[in-house]
């Protein structure tokens, strides 16, 4: 398999500092987004069951909006 890095995705998200997930998440199954505070324009978000797999960038000012709409149950309608 070939990995290639875009400017949507970075092709081995091991390389990244730190990774969290949410404290909703129950954590034992490994069913968990995490994402990256690496960087202050976008934001990387990873399957936590394939940490050195590809992680999508989201730009932040696309990634706030989403996460309020989250927060506030805003996509059950």
Known sequence: ?????????ISDA????VWRKSSYSGGSSGE???V???FAACVPVRDSKVPH????LF???VWTPFITAVKSD????
């Open 53 to 56: 797999g590809s992680a999508l």
């Open 32 to 34: 968990c987004l995490e």
């Open 1 to 9: 398999m070939t990995r290639s890095s875009s400017k949507h995705s």
């Open 74 to 77: 805003g996509f059950n309608r």
């Open 59 to 61: 730009a932040a000012p």
């Open 14 to 17: 091991s390389v990244l500092p």
């Open 36 to 38: 990256s505070d690496a």
